[in-house]
């Protein structure tokens, strides 16, 4: 059973940092890319990184290049999201993902993903 746990979550100042993190368990975490994708209230859950099984290719949605970084740790089974300069409409629900099939591209398509953590909570007050 694969497992997703997300965490670093919090309330942070307009221009703040924080540093998402999502450990994975039960399956063969360095054979699949991973994503990131966030879900303000109304709105529909939209990409927002991707990185692929061996972190060769990264990639990041045209509203946070720039100020956001998607990294990954295989040993530790664990992706990162580090946030910079981050905005009030960076407000929400931020999930990470893994793909569906081995050694893929990391899709921005969520249909590509087949497990999900909970979610954190990012709140950007101004």
């Known amino acids: 059973q694969v497992q997703l746990v997300e965490s670093g979550g919090g309330l942070v100042q307009t221009g703040g940092s924080l540093r998402l993190s999502c450990a994975a368990s039960?399956?063969?975490?360095?054979?699949?890319?991973m994503g990131w994708f966030r879900q303000a209230p109304g709105t529909d859950r939209e990409f927002v990184a991707s990185?692929?099984?061996?972190?060769?290719?990264?990639k990041l949605a045209d509203s946070v290049k720039g100020r956001f970084t998607i990294s990954r740790d295989n040993a530790k089974n664990t992706v990162y999201l580090q946030m910079n300069s981050l905005k009030s409409e960076d407000t929400a629900v931020y999930y990470c993902?893994?793909?569906?099939?081995?050694?893929?591209?990391?899709?921005?398509?969520?249909?590509?993903?087949?497990?999900w953590g909970q979610g954190t909570q990012v709140t950007v007050s101004s």
């Open positions: 990185i692929t099984w061996n972190g060769g290719t990264t």
């Open positions: 039960g399956g063969a975490f360095d054979r699949y890319a």
């Open positions: 993902a893994r793909a569906r099939v081995v050694y893929g591209l990391g899709s921005i398509n969520r249909y590509e993903y087949q497990y």
